[in-house]
Structure formats: structure tokens, C-alpha cells
């Protein structure tokens, strides 16, 4: 039974092309095994070589080097940011939200005491403005 599927494998093999390269005639080109263009690339063989030193000393190939993981992770906050701000601007678009807006923060000027202002003003202003109140205090007493 063996015997019977090898020759029928056999007759299989004849109706298949298997070049010959021994009957060939030398002046014929030989072909060639093509070149895996990914694999002759340097970045690929760069990879490969670190690939098989962090193996050889350990490291998991999950393990990334510090510099890339601080690039990765700014790379994170910054797309975060920029999706909070885009979420923002979405949210005030609105006219009626951004009137409404416009209107607490007036408000809120509103409602802050003048004195933060006189806060900001430098010392020698403050002090003459005492040194008037104390005066028109002394004169109305004077007055009575």
C-alpha cells in the first residue's frame, strides 16, 4: 500500500515543473534566492542585534529604555491635554453658555472689594492717606 502512494506521488511529480538544475546549460543565468527586503534592512538588523543583546543580559523585550518612556509619556499628557482643551472649547461654543459666562465673571468683579486695589498701591500712598484721615479726625475733635 506504501508502495502504491509513492508511485502515484511519483506520476504527481512528473505533471509538477522541478527545474533541473544539473541538466541546465551553463550558459543559462542561475536564478538566485531573492532577498527578504525587510530583513536586509539596517533598522531590521539594527533591531534584531538589540533584540538579542537585551535577551542575552536579561531585560524582557517589554522593558523599554528610559528616554523612550519619558517621550511616550509626554507624548500621553499632551494628547490628554490637547483633548481636554478640544472638550472645552466644544463646551463653551455655545453662545448661550458663553453669555452666561460673561455675565458670573462680572459679577464676581463686582462683588470683590475695592481694597484689593488699594493693596496694590505702593506703601508712601497708604501712609498718606492715614496720615489725611488722622488729620480730619484731629480737626473735627478740635471742631467740638
Given at each position: 500500500m506504501y508502495s502504491e502512494i509513492q508511485r502515484e506521488r511519483a506520476?504527481?511529480?512528473?505533471?509538477?515543473?522541478?527545474?533541473?538544475?544539473?541538466?541546465?546549460?551553463?550558459?543559462?543565468i542561475k536564478p538566485k534566492k531573492l532577498l527578504n527586503?525587510?530583513?536586509a534592512s539596517r533598522s531590521h538588523q539594527e533591531l534584531h542585534r538589540e533584540l538579542l543583546m537585551?535577551?542575552?543580559?536579561?531585560l524582557g523585550v517589554d522593558s523599554k529604555p528610559e528616554l523612550q518612556r519619558v517621550l511616550e509619556h509626554r507624548r500621553r499628557n499632551q494628547l490628554i491635554k490637547k483633548k481636554k482643551e478640544e472638550l472645552e472649547a466644544k463646551r463653551l461654543q455655545c453662545p448661550f453658555e458663553?453669555?452666561?459666562?460673561?455675565?458670573?465673571q462680572r459679577l464676581n468683579q463686582l462683588e470683590k472689594p475695592p481694597e484689593k486695589e488699594e493693596e496694590h498701591a505702593p506703601e508712601f500712598i497708604k501712609v498718606r492717606e492715614n496720615l489725611r484721615r488722622i488729620a480730619t479726625l484731629g480737626s473735627e475733635e478740635r471742631a467740638l
Open positions: 506520476d504527481i511529480g512528473g505533471l509538477m515543473a522541478r527545474p533541473e538544475y544539473r541538466e541546465w546549460n551553463p550558459e543559462l527586503p525587510v530583513k537585551n535577551h542575552r543580559r536579561g458663553q453669555e452666561l459666562l460673561r455675565r458670573q
